[in-house]
């Protein structure tokens, strides 16, 4: 489909940091959804222009976009798609440090996704707003809700190859306000997902982030000498 075409164009140009070419292929891709009556559709390419227009530091266009998008949405009548579109949005906003917007998105997703029963979508918000509250420097908030995604996880044990991360945010969280036997355990439940794993880069990743939060327990506790061994 052609704006199938369009949209994986505008998203190439955007990865590449080509902010221009992007906005032109985004704009064709919302001109042929809005041709095909798709409203829901049609806003993720009006996401695609202001995320393009904030790096270009057009923020008078970025603005347009932004409302239009938010019009659009406000009108739709699907709620898994509203949902969906929602938590793209908080994403978006926690990408460019928006972080009270970002929450206020991610919040009205996850009751949306309640009462869709979306655990998946569930879990992703939950991260979200951790990730949020640790950008806005207030920790219990932050554990909270990793906490909550962390907990749907373990229950439901739905595929998510991005919770091992939430392990190692929320043991983070937990070394700030000095409760190391808790940091301690939930980066051990971040490393166990890591050696899991079959991807030589992933696994990489994850003897990289147990050696960092091994240090940064140590320096934590004033343990100096021994934190340098494990972060060199």
């Not at 009205?108 to 979200?128: F, G, K, P, R």
């Not at 051990?188 to 079959?198: K, P, T, V, Y």
Request: net charge negative.
């Amino acid at each position: 489909m052609v704006a199938v075409l369009y949209d994986n164009l505008a998203a190439n140009n955007s990865f590449s940091e080509n902010f221009n070419a992007a906005v032109i292929y985004a704009d064709s891709t919302y001109d042929t959804w809005k041709q095909l009556n798709q409203t829901a559709l049609s806003i993720y390419p009006l996401l695609m222009k202001n995320w393009c227009y904030d790096k270009l530091g057009n923020s008078i266009k970025a603005n347009e976009e932004e409302i239009k998008s938010n019009t659009l949405l406000a009108n739709l009548n699907n709620l898994q798609d509203k949902m969906i579109l929602m938590t793209e949005m908080s994403d978006k906003y926690r990408s460019q440090e928006r972080y009270a917007l970002s929450v206020e998105y991610s919040l009205n997703a996850l009751e949306a996704s309640v009462i869709l029963n979306d655990t998946l979508q569930q879990i992703e918000n939950y991260t979200y707003l951790g990730s949020n509250y640790t950008q806005m420097s207030m920790s219990k908030k932050a554990i909270d809700y990793y906490k909550k995604a962390i907990d749907l996880y373990e229950t439901s044990k739905i595929e998510n190859d991005f919770i091992s991360y939430t392990y190692y945010d929320i043991g983070f969280e937990y070394l700030e306000i000095q409760e190391y036997d808790k940091a301690k355990k939930y980066f051990e439940g971040g490393n166990a997902f890591f050696h899991l794993s079959n991807n030589k880069d992933l696994l990489n990743y994850g003897l990289f982030l147990k050696f960092k939060s091994e240090g940064a327990i140590l320096t934590g506790q004033g343990n100096y000498k021994a934190a340098i061994v494990k972060l060199l």
